[in-house]
Every structure is written in structure tokens, then in C-alpha cells.
């Protein structure tokens, strides 16, 4: 009885795992050896992703019959190893038909999952002759022939499946998914309805049910049941890839990418040869704007593992057409079509190829007379948004909407093309209507609280700017508005540009606002979102700006008034490039010309990017960037920028173009350079690496990782060298005790190679033995020094400068430690070199000179740090340097533009420095603050009678003491402020 209670559990999803198992292990121990109890065992410890325990208990079976070869097989399969699990179910006799047939339906799951496709369906047909009812035969060729568009022989294989299991959810699923690419969608969406009634009659009791179930309760947009579904099936196998796979079509229709991504990827750790895992996992990194290299790669190997897979196809397409590839896309089409010449997306895609290629208007074409022509109308939409033609999209997303009144996401795709545009009452009305459609949608959800703050913010034009701000940011007002109008001065004569029209800028209070702008979804900036890591993003004729706040967490982001002249510069470059600059080549040109004039930024020079912006081979050029240096940090940017320059100016543009050729055919990084430069890779990248660094000193190879893709990554040659590059994965790794143990032999010898000593002396001062560590990275040091090489990175004198100061020897550490600053000054990391150096001279009473020097350069990688800023700006007015203490103010009030304290002295400094105008607005946003500052009044309008505007200084201060007393900002050390948070209203109950 005990072990029929502990079976039934473990085929109840939704059974308490932990119950589950005492009952079960309690079991096993009172009948050693029971098969059945074992194999109960057994089969939920695999399912709970514990195949090491599976393997033990599977230890005490004596018998070597079918069931229990078939029960070894499932733990072989659950442990990896796929080899043995072919081995072990070949042995199972076909006479043992229920065993053989169970065998049978495993190894057509295994066989998907390892993306071997055509042996699927050999076992499924082998299969069918002994059991023409099988259902999971029947359903895996049903599927194979709606891909083919066979639909009239996926119709006979549902039928005759379903006269033998009347009215299951799996098979039911499949017919309404058969129904969908017949465009038979009302019989599909009722048929679903149906399913939903049952579920709720009879709730489903096997894991495989309850993932069919969910599929239909997302197929009529229920995800919040659909959840719970898979939630119980999670239970009962948590790893299970099928499972996991409805999750992410689940978590995408809800726009969770995060999780979403989670479930693919997920499901790719554990089957790295799943087809369909590396297909969702695109289609995931696509909404979220991610890289598109990525987004291609993983389509192009799913269809290696599976060349069936029709929509990893359509999504190339799709990227060929935004590129404007049109013969790549028709070539793509082809392919497809080889399989199903009536596959509804492909068939869309190559009318929307037709439309695109001709330029047709979308109101003269036939094709949206189309009985497709709703699909064919929001792909365009799709792809103008894509392309940045935001006109364009909202025109196309209109004709799908007008088509196709109900489609939730040809209504939410206008809404965001008419937020693109500027047009905030029409993106209102239209993503209120598609939150209506489909009110689980966190895009449209994210984007509407958006518009709600939007709404309630307040304008102030200056010029050609018009700045919104949020209520209680009337302080910020006046110098962002000052800032903005310079900033856009002098990127118009630049560029050459003439601004036809108010530039908006809108200030945010988080760099999530920013993807929800660009999005709907929060949080993504880290995942490479459009918003980036630099705090703005630029639209159509807006740009949108984080003002950081005390929650933002943003200390690496571009200060304020570096992300506002980045944003307005991509503003200005759009209107002098036109939309279809890819988003690389203008955010590198924004990022170069933008900061290249601010004193605290330190730019790594982009050329390469502005050759190609000027020699206007943008697609083939956006390629190669985007796929070779991804979207890593900017500085990781830049240093990959080089290195393609490098290249360019030694082997000539044209073989760079080769190069890329030769990736897109399928070639490795490895393979194309050696044979295009008859080179080993390692002397082609020592020589690479060797100009960059004797051109840019500053950055070093430690400081920056180079691009992970392998281009430029040395093969390490044999000897010492190789044995020196493995301790230094070692060190990497954390194991301390290799790397000292495989440096020994090189340690003894009379002239130990001096990387030796630098490992060996931080893998000692890891293991807490600062004495060695000095010992020998000091003899390092000398050694390189002698040989005059040159080679110590940052990290070995960030090394001494530790060691040193846990042997008390706090000056010498200073020395060191500076040394590190010097040569790595933008490393972030809170425990950095120049955060150690602050440390320790910070106690120090007065403060030397030395700790301020430290102070500047630490500053630019704390971009939200207002207060070390203040604390410069003083200490160099106290110096008698007062145009580096004028730099120091701006640069504090440009973190922080409505910050009383430090206008205060910002003000009277630049009118002693002749720069009136600045003053002027700088004792306005003082006195938006503190109104009833007399001595800043009457300075206010001495300025203001300099320049000749007393009436204007007299409206403001007349207009300053009718408004209402505004909220106080109290400056923390850190930068950050004290203010009243929005209330942002849930529109998602429960």
C-alpha cells in the first residue's frame, strides 16, 4: 500500500516533493530491492533533477529484464549521457511490446531534444506499424505535417489518434494549433475555449496535460491560469524541457522577457543540441532590442540542428529585410519554401519583401486586399520600427489595426510607433486599447504608467528646447534647460544641421524609464537595451534623460549632463545621417563627439566608426561591428574599434570586408584570419595588440577584456609560456594553490620569467601571505624595469599597494597604488585601486594634495558622485585655480542641475571668470530653491542688468513668489537625494 500511495504522488503534479520522497524512500527500505518501489524511486528522483541519487539507487535492482533497462536508460539519459542511453534501450526486446513501445517514446523525445530530427520520425513511423494508435507518434507527425503544410494528412493523424484517446487536452492542442495554420482562427480560439472547460471540469493530473493545457489557456490570452498550469507541472518535473519551452512562449506573450530567457536558456544548458530552445531564446532576445549578432547566430544554429524549423528561418528574413538584404531575403524565402510553399509567415514576409524593395505606399498596394494582409501590415510596421522609420511603422501598424481590430499586438505596436513620434495622445489611446485586449501585457502596462508621469510633468522652453520635468523638479528646470540649448547650439553647427521645430527633452527619473520608453520593459539596460548604460535615449524630435536619483544605482552611468549631449547629439546626427544609420555606427559617433570635450572623460578615439559613417557602407559595416564587438562596454568598444582599425590600415579595408564574408558563410574567427593572412592567430593578434598598445598607452590589456568571440585571443605556444598562461586561468579561477604549485620550476630558476613572479606574488597575497606577495612582485618589478620591458599592469601594483598595506607600510603603498591609478584610471570595481588610495588618505587631517589628486581621478567612474565633485571644485578655488574649480562646479550641478549648495558658489565664479550668461541661470535654478535668499536676489539681478535682461529677471522673481514653497533636496556624500517617490498606480491586480 505504501508504495501505491508514494506512486500516485509522483504522478500528481503538484504532490509535495519532500512528502513524495519520504513516503517513496520509506518504501525502498522496507522492501530492498522491490522493483517497483525502486523504479518509483527512481523515476522521481530523475524528475526532480537528482540523476546522481537516481544512479545509486538504481544500485540495489538485481534483474537486467526490459522495464529495468528501460529505468537505466532514463537515468543515463537524466545524468548526460546520451551514448550509453542508445546502448542500453537497444538491449530491450521489441517482443516486450509495452516496454519496447514506452522506449520507443523516449527516444523520440531524446532524439528532438539532441536535434536529430530525421530520426524522430523514423522511430515514430517504425513505431506506428506496431502500434498505429501511439500517440505520441501520431501527435510528433501531426506537427511534422502542419510544418509541411500537409494539412489534410495532419487532419487524418489527429483524427485517428483522437478516436482512440477521446478528448485529450494534447491532442485537442494540436488540432487547434492545425486549425491556426489553416487560418481557421475562430474554430481554433472556440476550440481552445472548450479545452479551457474541461480543464476546469476535470483539472489535468500528468505533467504532459497540464503543458497542453497552457498552451491553450495562452493561445486565448488567459497566461495568469496558464501559469498555474505550468507552475504545478514545475513541480512535478522542474527541469522538464517541454515544460520550460510553454514557459517561455508564456513569459513572452506577457512581455517577462527576463523570465522568459531564464526558461530557454534553461532548457539549452541542459540539451545544448535543442533546435527549438535556440529558437525561442532568439525570439526572446528580439523583443528585447538585444544584440542582433546573437539573435542570428542562435536562429542560424538552430536550423543547423534542424533545417525543418521554418520560423528561425523567418526571423533571418526578417533581418535581412531591416538590413536591406532584399536578395539574402529572397533567397531565405526559397529555402523555406522548400518545405511548405503555404507557410502564412513566410508567405507574409515575402509580400512585406515586395512592399519594402519597391517602396510602395500602404495606400496603393494590392497586397493589403491580401486575406493575409492584417499580417502582412504589422510585420512592416515591425520592420520600419526596426529600421527607426517610426513614421513609417505607425502608418503600417494603422492599416493591420484597421484590418484587424482585436490583434493586441498590431494595437500595442501602433501605440509605441505613435510614442516614437511624439504623439503621446494618440500612443494613449492606442495602448489603452491593447491593455483592454490584453491586460496581462507588462509592455503596455509599463509604458501607460509611463504616460500617467508624462502627463503630470511641467514644460519650460529655452529656444529651440523644450525640457519637461516632473512635479518637484522645478529646481533642475532652469539649468537643464540652459544646458540643453547650448548643447544643441553646438551640435547643429557640427553636424550642419538647422532644427526645424522644438527639440523635447524629458527628464526620467530611473534608466528604466528609458526602456519602458523604448520598450515597455523594465530592467533591461543591463541585457543591452536601446537605453544603454549611459543614462539617455534619442528618438524621433525627443530625448529622454535619467535625472539619478537615490534608487537609481547608477554610480557607472554618464553624468547628467554627458547623457544629455549624448542624447542630443543621436538627435542631431538622425537629422543629418537620416533614420537608417545603424544604431552602433550613431551611438559610437554620439559617444566620440559628444564627451570628447569634457574634461573628465577620457575617449578611446572611434575612427573606424566615423569612416564608415562617412564612406556610407553602413549595412555591411553595422554587421561586422555589431557581431565582432557586441554589446559590451563602451570601452570594451572602443578597444575592439582599434583593433578592426589596426587591421584595416595594415591589411587594407577590403580584406576586413573578406573577413566578414567569410563568417557569414559559416566560417570560424580561427579559420577566416589564418587563411586570409597566412598567419598563425597568435602572431597575427601579438601584432595587433603590440600596435594598439603602442598607440594608446593608456589602455592595457588588464584593464580591458578583449572581444570573447576568439578573433583576437593569443593561442598559447608551448614551453614556459604556455605554462605561465595556465597559471593565469588558474589565478583566474581562484585556485591559488595551482598556480603556485605549476610556477614552482620557473620560480627556482636564476631569472625567473617576470610574469612568473607577478602570478605567483598575487596568488600568494590571495592565500593571505602579504610578505611573499611584496617579495615577489617588488623582484618582478625590478626585473622588468632591468630588461626595460615595461609589461606590469595595474593589478600587480593594486597587488603591492595591498600587501604593503597589511604590512604597515602605508606610504609606500600610497606610491603603489597611484602607480596602479595611472594606468588603469576608468576601472569602476568599489574596490579598485583608486578607491584603496582614497582609503587611505582620506583619515588624514588636513587632507594632502595627493588624496584630492586621487579624488580626480577617481570622479569619472563615479558618475553619480555630485559631492566628491563639490568637494574638488572647493578644494581648487582654496588652490587659487579658478577655472578648474569652475569645471568642478559644472560638473557637480551637471549630476545634480537644481542643486542649491553648489550654485550657490558656482554663480559668483563665473561671473568672476566674465561668463555672465552662465551665472545668470545658474542663481536661477539657486533661487527656484531658496527664494528668500536676499544677497542672491540682488546678485540675480546684477547679472541680469549686465546682460541686459532685468525684465526677464523680474517676471521670474515676480512668478518665484507666487509659486508654491518647493519640496527640499538634501545632497547625500554619495551624490544622491531625499525625494517623495511616485506613486505609481497598478494597473495588474493580484
Known sequence: MACEFAVAQTDTPGADPAETERVLKAAVDAVPGDFEHVSAYVRFLNRQDRSGDAANALQSLQRNDSPAQLLRAETQWAQGDSDAMRETLKSIAEQDRPVWARAQEFLIEADYLEGQAKACVETCWGLLKSEPLNKTARLFLARLHIRHGAYDEALGMLDAADAAWRDDLEILECRAELFDAMARTDEAQQLRRSLVDKINAAPPDTARLLVAGAAAMRGIREPR??????????????????????KCRLFRQTSQVKVAAAAANAVMARHPKCAIAYYELAEVLWDMKYSASWVESLCQKALSLDNELLPARCRLIRYALIGGDFSRARELIEENRKFNRADPNTESLFLAAAILETNASNATISATEAPNAARVAAILGELCAARRDYRRSLDWFLVAVEKEKDNPSAVRGAGMASLHCG???????????????????????????????????????????????????????????????????????????????????????????????????PACSSCGGPAGPDGSLALENAVFVVKPGPGTGRDHTFRFDEALHRGITECVIQ????????????????????????PEWIPARLDLLLAALR?????????????????????????????????????GAERIQELFAQLR??????????????????????????????????IRPDAVALPSSGALLSA????????????????????????????????????????????????????????????????????????????????????????????????????????????????????SASARLLDLLAPKDPKPREYYEALALRVPVRRADAFSRLELARWYERQDDAKRALEWYRSAVGIRPGWAEAHAELAPLAMKLNSADEAYHSYRAMLVARPDDTRSISAFQACAKQLGKENDAEEFLVRLKKAPSPPSEQVTEEGGTSTVQNDYSSRIGG
Open 423 to 521: 504623439e503621446m495622445e494618440a500612443a494613449r489611446t492606442l495602448l489603452e486599447r491593447a491593455f483592454i485586449l490584453n491586460r496581462y501585457d507588462l509592455n503596455v502596462k509599463n509604458t501607460l504608467d509611463f504616460l500617467d508621469d508624462y502627463q503630470r510633468s511641467f514644460t519650460l522652453t529655452h529656444g529651440a528646447i523644450t525640457v519637461g520635468f516632473r512635479a518637484g523638479e522645478a529646481a533642475a528646470a532652469e539649468y537643464t534647460s540652459y544646458l540643453a540649448q547650448q548643447f544643441l547650439v553646438e551640435e547643429c553647427s557640427r553636424f550642419n544641421v538647422t532644427l526645424e521645430g522644438q527639440l523635447r527633452v524629458q527628464l526620467c527619473p530611473s534608466a528604466d524609464d528609458l526602456n519602458v520608453i523604448a520598450l515597455g520593459i
Open 575 to 598: 537629422r543629418a545621417t537620416g533614420p537608417r544609420t545603424p544604431l552602433w555606427m550613431r551611438d559610437g559617433v554620439a559617444r566620440y563627439t559628444g564627451m570628447a570635450h569634457n
Open 615 to 651: 564612406s556610407g557602407k553602413t549595412y555591411q559595416l553595422s554587421a561586422l561591428g555589431v557581431q565582432s564587438l557586441g554589446e559590451s562596454s563602451p570601452l570594451t568598444r572602443a578597444y575592439g574599434a582599434i583593433a578592426f582599425q589596426s587591421w584595416s590600415d595594415r591589411y
Open 665 to 698: 558563410l559559416g566560417k570560424t574567427w580561427a579559420e577566416s584570419l589564418e587563411t586570409m593572412f597566412q598567419k598563425t592567430l597568435a602572431k597575427l593578434d601579438s601584432e595587433t595588440v603590440a600596435d594598439i598598445l603602442k598607440r594608446y598607452e593608456r
Open 225 to 246: 491560469a496558464a501559469s498555474q498550469c505550468l507552475d504545478l507541472a514545475l513541480s512535478y518535473a522542474p527541469t522538464d524541457p517541454f515544460t520550460l519551452i510553454e
Open 716 to 831: 598559447p605556444i608551448a614551453g614556459d609560456d604556455a605554462e605561465i598562461e595556465r597559471c593565469a586561468l588558474y589565478l583566474n579561477a581562484a585556485r591559488y594553490d595551482d598556480v603556485l604549485n605549476g610556477l614552482a620550476a620557473l620560480l627556482s630558476k636564476d631569472a625567473p620569467p617576470v610574469r612568473a613572479l607577478f602570478l605567483a606574488g598575487r596568488a600568494a597575497l590571495a592565500k593571505g601571505d602579504a610578505t611573499s606577495a611584496r617579495t615577489r612582485i617588488e623582484a618582478g618589478l625590478a626585473l622588468d624595469a632591468a630588461l626595460g620591458e615595461n609589461s606590469a599592469t595595474a593589478k600587480e601594483y593594486e597587488a603591492l599597494g595591498t600587501a604593503l598595506v597589511a604590512l604597515g607600510e602605508s606610504d609606500a603603498a600610497v606610491r603603489a597604488l597611484r602607480s596602479a591609478v595611472e594606468l588603469n584610471p576608468l576601472d569602476p570595481a568599489d574596490h
